[in-house]
């Protein structure tokens, strides 16, 4: 049964999910000069906390192919944890339009019929488009995958050369909504 879940509004930052559900934010990386492609994904849940991290060398391929493996590689992951309600961030509209509007059951490209297949499981999955800026520990993740080529890498703790990136994300979702008053 696909439970699938999706939200119209662009994600201008990243923001914690609900209690219960954790969020991965997913990207893949295709060089400039088309010489190395990778992907990277992110896990934290509702307090924000790091689960797992991963990155992965991949073979060449259009960025939408890419991007539809990082999320097939994050819903294992996801699924493999045991984690039943995951909500996936990726920025690539293209890709989130296609998962949401049904379309990915009958697409001619196989990693987003993977894709519907995760679905079908026995769990609770939101897709949402997020901005560019609200991505960047799994844009982070893509760029610095170095290794043999798919083979991921787990990160049970975060990179040094995402702490900071991770610390903004959550310092930023902890004060949003919040007002702060001062008294004189």
Known sequence: M????????????WQR???GWV??????FVSKNNTKAAIGGAMQN?????????NMVTGMDEIFRIEAQV??????LAWLKGYKQVKINCDNVMLT????DGFASISNIAEVRLIHE????????KFRHVLRGSNKIADCL??????KLNQIVLFPVPPQYVIRLLEEDTHDSFYEGNTVFIHS
């Open 71 to 76: 999320i097939i590689e994050g819903m294992k």
């Open 23 to 28: 969020k991965i934010n997913v990207d893949g």
């Open 17 to 19: 999910p609900d209690s």
């Open 118 to 125: 995760w679905c079908n499981k026995d769990w609770k999955e």
């Open 46 to 54: 509702s307090d924000g906390e790091w689960l797992k991290g991963f």
């Open 142 to 147: 893509a760029n610095a995958a170095i290794g």
């Open 97 to 100: 339009d296609t998962i949401c």
């Open 2 to 13: 696909v439970h699938l879940a999706f939200s119209s509004k662009t994600e201008q930052r």
